[in-house]
């Protein structure tokens, strides 16, 4: 089946920096619409960035910036590099994977930005 493992998320300090991993298992991540999502508590969850089959990316205007989606197709991984992290950044960070109908979630790593 299916896995998108996220990694990487963790306690940082404002204006600290992290880097997400999602690690595709049965999908081509350079085939799919990959995105990185994000719910915080008591929100809906939004789209941070996403990456297209071109290798076009776009961002949420509260990201610009700030983050940098990437994907490295030999290890069919995708990342989202986070600096001049806010606490408004915190969340559960979720990757995402389309392509058409299909969509694949993965499980969430939570970020969370406080002194």
């Known amino acids: 089946q299916v896995q998108l493992v996220e990694s990487g998320g963790g306690l940082v300090q404002p204006g600290g920096s992290l880097r997400l991993s999602c690690a595709a298992s049965?999908?081509?991540?350079?085939?799919?619409?990959m995105g990185w999502y994000r719910q915080a508590p008591g929100k809906e969850r939004e789209l941070v960035a996403r990456?297209?089959?071109?290798?076009?990316?776009d961002y949420a205007d509260s990201v610009k910036g700030r983050f940098t989606i990437s994907r490295d197709n030999a290890k069919n991984t995708v990342y989202l590099q986070m600096n001049s992290l806010k606490p408004e950044d915190t969340a559960v960070y979720y990757c995402?994977?389309?392509?058409?109908?299909?969509?694949?979630w993965g499980q969430g790593t939570q970020v969370t930005v406080s002194s």
């Open positions: 995402r994977g389309s392509y058409y109908s299909q969509i694949y």
């Open positions: 049965r999908i081509i991540v350079s085939a799919y619409r």
């Open positions: 990456i297209f089959r071109n290798d076009s990316t």
